[in-house]
């Protein structure tokens, strides 16, 4: 029994084409949004460890800003303009 198999490029172009411009930003995106996710938990459980008793406005002082497939940059900072001492101020020498 004999397999052959014919690869057209024109073909494997297209369908890398389609994977960048569909699935392969929403995909990265999700990645990125769940990177930054994973780095504000793993920084609230430090501060639950180093820092004696922190209130809950401590705790929730840092913001996940989500990737988008049109911009693929999430980001993980301090929340700002609640009122009071930003976080950034007093979490920032720490």
Do not use: H
Request: glycine fraction near 6%.
């Amino acid at each position: 029994m004999a397999v052959s198999f014919r690869i057209e490029s024109s073909d494997v172009m297209r369908a890398l084409g389609e994977l960048q411009n569909g699935d392969a930003p929403m995909v990265t995106a999700y990645a990125l949004t769940k990177t930054a996710q994973d780095i504000k938990a793993a920084e609230v459980a430090k501060m639950s460890e180093v820092f004696d008793r922190p209130t809950k406005y401590t705790l929730n002082a840092l913001y996940v800003k989500p990737a988008t497939k049109r911009d693929l940059t999430a980001e993980v900072y301090f929340k700002e303009g609640f009122g009071g001492v930003p976080a950034w101020r007093y979490l920032g020498p720490q």
